[in-house]
């Protein structure tokens, strides 16, 4: 309860950072539109897939994993969010990695009232590459089986002929138990790994040091702020789940171009949005716990 | 910034070029937007227009004209007839379903879809008898094909449905006939593999337990090694022991699923009942 009462000038003081960071220093967006940019990029690529030339490449690999039926229109709307979804677990590992070490050294430098140098950041990032792929391979990968694991416990649970789960239904549980249980699981992750960046670029750690120092930061020192800073921007992301949920009503109800609609929306909001202000914020937020 | 706007400008005008063609999912495309013109009338045809149909049926119809060789043509073209058959106006449909016959001629299934969606017609119009003649046309000039193998079934069950015992002991007897008719000519093949199923089927719905026995018989003697016989075993021993009582072929049958079939997946159900039956 101490911790919590603690908590709420050091985010004060946080967010106030944040923001004045963003306000004088727009550079700092640069690192999240390319990796946005990328983005929208693959979720074209995605979306004309099923189309001459592009399904002489993406075909093959549709029909082997999912099926010929999502080469066709509109089955195709079906298959776009994981699609998408496995490209943005890609471009992170590869891109996202790379660009949000070069945005934490942007924050670093404007928080030494240096310069900023974006060649300089993104050569410091770059040096690191290597570590920084790891981690958010490892942070990435742990997120997506996780999921996945105990999306898959669940079905099997229910298709082994279990009517309930602690009173509750299998709609219940499929449905907003388990985007509840997704949520938390994305949460308490990138909160646990939020800090190996920082202490990669900002404290020059090694890898493994990085990730079990940013463990400890976020276990023993900042657990509510970092769920905080970390868990409150995310919510912003809910529409979107919730969108993305069912795509049979939306495009039953609107047209199934709207699945794209939507998915730009969740790269526009999850990309522009919640990863700036997640990553600086709990990168000010590590600055500022340092000096103290 | 400069190469970043470049690559996204190149990545646009890219998609740009790939959105244009006139691939088949291009046609698909097109094909979905017309039957959601077509779907506002399938779910309210009273409501609709005819105004509305006749333009739903002006789509349709330049999409068949335009994609001739398109399997979705096909379809454009026996969703005009569902149309007119949906809101009442059966004379257009048969006349559309005419015109498909000399249209698809080369193609058996897709004539008998034609011949039976005119027979349904009139079906719902409640003239039977003219509905008939068109059934059994199927069963005359298409019957290998997936409507012809099913339609002497469908026969029989009107009748059950329409509370007339007596016609569709009748109609399930000459079904019977029909599909030993095709078996005696085709020997061997895959019709008349399905044509014998179908034969047990039809024994199994007048309960002529003994019937069905011989037919399975006779398929498992004929096609052994040739086609998966497994399903057709189980379906023996579940009659030998539920409507026979012969508990003892019932465990010969499924022994023999077992051991002719050992990777099937109906191994589990056959040691099961094999279990199930050993207790009794």
């Known amino acids: ?25 727009p550079a700092l967006f640069l690192p999240f539109i390319i990796f946005a940019a990328v983005e929208s990029i693959a979720l074209i690529l995605c979306y004309f897939a099923p ?53 934490v050294a942007i924050a670093f430098d404007i928080y030494n009232k240096k310069e900023v140098n974006l060649k300089a950041s993104f050569k410091s990032a770059a040096k690191k590459y290597i570590d920084l792929f790891t981690i958010v391979f490892i942070f990435s990968a742990l997120f997506y089986f996780l999921v996945k694991i105990i999306a898959e416990g669940l079905l099997q649970y229910f298709l082994a002929g279990h009517s309930k789960l602690l009173f509750l239904k299998p709609a219940l549980w499929m449905g907003p138990i388990l985007l509840c249980i997704n949520f938390i699981i994305a949460l308490f992750i990138q909160s646990a790994f939020i800090y190996a960046i920082p202490l990669l670029i900002i404290g020059k750690e090694k890898l493994i040091h990085s990730i079990t120092g940013s463990f400890r930061l976020f276990f023993k020192k900042l657990l ?66 340092e000096q103290k | 910034m400069k190469r970043i706007t470049a690559l996204i400008i190149l990545s646009c005008f890219f998609a740009f070029l790939v959105g244009c063609g006139s691939d088949q999912y291009a046609i698909e495309k097109q094909y979905y937007q017309a039957q959601k013109q077509a779907e506002k009338i399938f779910k309210n045809p009273h409501a609709s227009p005819p105004k509305e149909l006749e333009k739903v049926v002006g789509i349709l119809n330049n999409f068949a004209k335009k994609y001739p060789q398109n399997n979705l043509a096909v ?18 449909a048969r006349m559309h379903l005419k015109t498909l016959l000399s249209k698809y001629s080369k ?37 290998l094909t997936l409507r012809g193998l099913n339609i002497p079934i469908y026969i029989a069950q009107y009748y059950k449905i329409k509370y007339q015992p007596d016609k569709m002991l009748v109609a399930y007897q000459e ?18 593999y399905n044509a014998y199923l179908l034969a047990a089927q039809c024994y199994m719905e007048i309960k002529d337990w003994q019937n069905v026995i011989n037919t399975f018989n006779t398929i498992l003697e004929t096609y052994k090694g040739k086609v998966n016989l497994d399903a057709v075993l189980l379906d023996m021993a579940l009659l030998y022991n539920r ?38």
């Not at chain 1, 106030?16 to 220093?25: D, I």
């Not at chain 1, 730009?264 to 716990?289: E, N, Q, R």
């Not at chain 2, 079904?175 to 008349?192: E, G, M, T, V």
């Open chain 2, 243 to 280: 409507e026979l009582k012969d508990k003892l072929k019932a465990k010969e049958t499924l022994e023999r699923l077992i051991k002719d079939y050992p990777r099937s997946r109906l191994v589990k159900t056959a040691t099961a009942l094999l279990k199930e039956l050993g207790n009794k």
């Open chain 1, 1 to 25: 309860m101490s911790q919590q009462i603690s908590s709420i000038p050091l985010i004060k003081k946080v967010c106030k950072t944040t923001l004045q960071f963003f306000k004088n220093n």
């Open chain 2, 75 to 92: 379809s454009a073209d026996f969703d005009i007839a569902r149309l007119y058959i949906i809101k009442e106006e059966y004379d257009k």
């Open chain 2, 107 to 143: 193609s058996e299934a897709i004539c008998s879809e034609a011949v039976f969606l005119t027979g349904n017609s009139y079906q719902i119009e409640d003239k039977w008898d003219l509905a008939l003649e068109q059934f059994k046309k199927i069963m005359r000039e298409y019957p």
């Open chain 1, 224 to 289: 509510i702020p970092t769920l905080i800073l970390v868990g409150l921007p995310m919510l912003i992301y809910i529409p979107i789940v919730l969108l993305n949920y069912n795509p049979a009503i939306l495009i039953d109800k609107f047209f199934p171009e709207f699945i794209l609609v939507v998915l730009f929306l969740g790269i526009v909001i999850s990309s522009l949005i919640i990863d700036p202000i997640v990553t600086i914020s709990t990168a000010s937020l590590y600055l500022i716990s």
């Open chain 1, 51 to 103: 189309r001459t030339p592009l399904i002489f490449i993406f075909g093959p690999i549709i029909r082997t994993f999912w099926g010929e039926r999502f080469l066709h229109y509109p089955f195709n709307f079906f298959l776009l969010p994981k699609l998408t979804s496995l490209s943005r677990f890609a471009l992170s590992t590869i891109f996202g990695s790379l660009l949000t070490g070069m945005a």
């Open chain 2, 175 to 192: 079904a019977i006939n029909h599909y030993q008719a095709l078996a005696d000519k085709h020997p061997d093949s895959p019709p008349a």
